[in-house]
């Protein structure tokens, strides 16, 4: 709930669909609540314990594949069709991004999933990872199976090379 929660919700889910929150013990209220002032009203339960149910239910549960900063640049080099997109908004993409990388701010990702090939290996960034994880879920759920975000974001990929 840290961080601007219900903006990046309301980016990538549609607002006539059931929601089950996954939140900490006692935050249910105020996660339901956030998305109610952004027109999200179907929230109809919460999973308390989310860790615990995840971890009792291992087959219902998918693992995204986070990436370091020098693990990306492995993959990118053995990989000549990797996808890369770049899930910032345009001014922070202007201030710097990974070469060759796609940019599709988060907020059009679910509009924009046409422009990219759902059978090529695809890795996703933001500025420090919240966003990339979010829209690497999104990614997963609409048919690329191969997704990875990089852990860090781009402020890590740009560390990396600075000090390289």
Not at 44 to 69: C, K, W
Not at 118 to 137: L, Q, W
Request: glycine letters at 10%; one cysteine or more; aromatic letters at 8%.
């Amino acid at each position: 709930l840290e961080g601007r929660y219900a903006e990046f919700a309301g980016s990538v889910l549609a607002s006539d669909v059931d929601i089950v929150l996954f939140t900490e013990p006692g935050q249910e209220l105020e996660g339901k609540n956030r998305l109610a002032r952004i027109g999200f009203d179907r929230v109809i339960g919460y999973v308390d314990n989310p860790f615990e149910v995840m971890f009792s239910h291992r087959d219902d549960v998918q693992v995204g594949s986070r990436l370091t900063a020098k693990a990306f640049d492995q993959r990118a080099a053995e990989l000549r069709d990797l996808q890369v997109v770049d899930v910032r908004n345009p001014g922070e993409v202007e201030a710097g991004a990974i070469p060759g990388a796609i940019a599709i701010p988060v907020g059009q990702l679910p509009s924009r999933l046409s422009e990219l090939d759902p059978a090529k290996p695809t890795v996703v960034y933001c500025a420090g990872g919240y966003r990339s994880s979010v829209a690497a879920s999104l990614l997963r759920r609409n048919g690329l199976a191969d997704v990875s975000d990089i852990l860090g974001g781009y402020g890590a990929w740009d560390e990396s090379h600075q000090n390289a």
